[in-house]
């Protein structure tokens, strides 16, 4: 299978199987769209670009696309589908999502958690939920020496001693176990002050900053309680703590809606205000809210993500290396099979923990009652919803594995799938055709690197 686009005024071809990109002039994307699927030619068609570009080049041509082919990095055969459609890989455990609080200071007009409690009781979680949390992880994660904990809300920082007290304990058991934990918040930013910045930097290998762009794009989605606007209060909060990071990770991470369309202002709002590590994502949700983004929206946003490609390539070309998160690509080595196949292990290797020990797939099933996996102090008791996630790759997805882009988006959200149509094998449409056009425009800025 190969992929053949255009973009940006380059001719491209991503060979599916193999991972190989290759640049095309005109002609040679021309007799490229002259072999069918099985990477044979047709030959009514060459007969016509013979007359236009000469015998002696089109034969030049396919002979160079021969090789290629020969060489396994065009139209290569798929290594994986007999497989992986019938394979359910054991798992262990190896990431926690821990709702340290249902309870948020912003009343987000986007928000998938029902304004942080998600659509139940305000709580936090008590330490000896959170310790059992790490006991839990520990016993599930067999071999497994590095642990991601990420701290979530609602709001984290609103129970923060409970952070601090969990992070302690969790260092303790490393020295008994022969784990590594690695630590991630996310935060709105206004519980941010000097003593809590500084403890983040000390201890968090990964902060996410909520931020949706410019002022009036923050400030209309991002409120307080009251309805006013958050953006005035977090923005120096964070320029100084991603301005103190040194060699950890963090990302400003933001949303679009349908009422800003044009999100790649908003990228470059952050860029200006000293970010360098960016993420944007599109809002999902259902029709009839208002800010859902529908499919007369997609050739717009195509557009703003190519227009976010060449700039952020202008600003490399200048000295300012920026990282937009979806344009990140690896050709060489990347994620392993297991990854690009399955994604981020919902429900098997990353399981989200509520303020009262229970267990759910991700963050994104919490408060689903049919979700409901056990409970930190007793343990897995629905295995079968286990089972369930085990099975799930871009082989047993009906419409994943004739996709050229399923290496890559690893089948899409399951959680999207469901909320929008109550099939774990379904997908999100008009998150595949965003995840496309992302792939698409990352392959070509990873061209331009490569070329110089």
């Not at 992929?3 to 490229?32: C, P, R």
């Not at 696309?65 to 798929?78: P, R, V, Y």
């Not at 200048?318 to 297991?338: R, S, T, Y």
Request: hydrophobic residues 35%.
């Amino acid at each position: 299978m190969i992929h053949q686009f255009k973009i940006l005024d380059m001719h491209m071809v991503l060979d599916v199987n193999s991972g190989a990109v290759h640049i095309l002039d005109d002609m040679a994307s021309n007799v490229l769209s002259c072999f069918n699927e099985k990477g044979e030619i047709v030959d009514e068609k060459i007969n016509s670009l013979e007359q236009e570009y000469g015998q002696e080049s089109i034969a030049e041509a396919i002979s160079e696309l021969e090789s290629l082919k020969n060489q396994g990095l065009l139209f290569s055969d798929d290594p994986y589908e007999k497989v992986f459609s019938h394979m359910e890989s054991p798992t262990v455990v190896k990431a926690l999502c821990l709702h340290m609080a249902h309870d948020c200071n912003l009343r987000c007009k986007y928000c998938f958690a029902g304004e942080g409690n998600y659509h139940g009781e305000v709580s936090k979680m008590p330490i000896e939920v959170a310790k059992k949390a790490i006991d839990f992880v520990i016993e599930n994660s067999g071999n497994r020496r590095n642990i991601e904990i990420d701290f979530f809300g609602g709001e984290p920082l609103l129970n923060l001693k409970a952070i601090q007290d969990t992070v302690d304990y969790a260092r303790e058991k490393e020295k008994s176990t022969n784990k590594h934990f690695r630590f991630t918040t996310t935060t709105n930013g206004l519980l941010l002050d000097e003593k809590t910045m500084e403890y983040l930097n000390d201890t968090m290998d990964n902060i996410v900053l909520s931020l949706d762009g410019r002022k009036l794009i923050h400030d209309s989605m991002r409120v307080r309680r009251d309805g006013s606007g958050s953006y005035d209060s977090i923005i120096p909060k964070f320029q100084k703590m991603a301005s103190t990071r040194k060699d950890k990770d963090y990302y400003v991470r933001g949303t679009f809606t349908a009422n800003n369309l044009d999100f790649s202002e908003d990228v470059l709002h952050m860029v200006d205000l000293g970010f360098d590590q960016l993420s944007i994502e599109p809002v999902v949700l259902p029709d009839g809210s208002g800010l859902e983004i529908k499919k007369e929206h997609l050739e717009e946003i195509f557009s703003e993500y190519e227009k976010l490609a060449r700039e952020i390539l202008n600003l490399r070309e200048q000295g300012k290396w920026v990282n937009f998160f979806h344009f990140m690509i690896d050709l060489e080595g990347g994620p392993c099979v297991a990854k690009r196949l399955r994604g981020c292990g919902t429900g098997t290797e990353y399981l989200a923990v509520t303020p009262k020990g229970d267990l759910y797939p991700c963050h994104q099933f919490v408060g689903i009652d049919d979700f409901k996996m056990g409970n930190v102090f007793s343990g897995i008791d629905r295995p079968e919803i286990a089972e369930s996630f085990k099975k799930i790759n871009v082989y047993t997805k009906e419409k994943c594995k004739s996709c050229w882009a399923k290496f890559y988006c690893s089948g899409g959200c399951v959680a999207n799938a469901w909320n929008f149509h109550k099939d774990l094998s379904g997908v999100y449409e008009i998150g595949c055709e965003l995840q496309k056009k992302r792939v698409e425009c990352a392959l070509w800025l990873k061209a331009q690197e490569l070329i110089g």
